[in-house]
């Protein structure tokens, strides 16, 4: 990264890392200068709480995309997410059926379709799929 900056005018810069609540997801921006080093790296540093806020802006939106991008492939459903975030949350069908006012034939069709859906065999492995995508948030 640094090599890229310096071939590329920046002759000072500074790294930002950003982290969110979500496991597993982090990002880093890097902001460079053209000013010389001992004069670049200070002002970048007495704005560090900007660019932070900025790679964190970042970093939610590209999460977010990347989100939708899951749901859209899929094709999973608000309900859908609804049934998974039950069972990560350790409800079982009965459970799921109380809670939605449904029969536990309705529930067990939505574990069918939400399994369809991802592409699994068991409904644990959809919750699986699920939080590794963070679609349970």
Known sequence: MLLAASENGFRSGIVVPAHTSVPQRMGVLYIGSDEIQEIGERRLIANRLYFR??????????????????????????????VLSYLKSGFIADDVARELDVSIQTVYGYFRKIKDKIGVSHISEAVKFAEANDLLA
Do not use: Q
């Open 53 to 82: 806020a900025l790679a964190i802006e970042l970093l939610d939106w590209f999460i977010g995309v990347a989100k939708r991008e899951v749901r859209e492939a899929i094709d999973i459903t608000d309900m859908d997410l609804r």
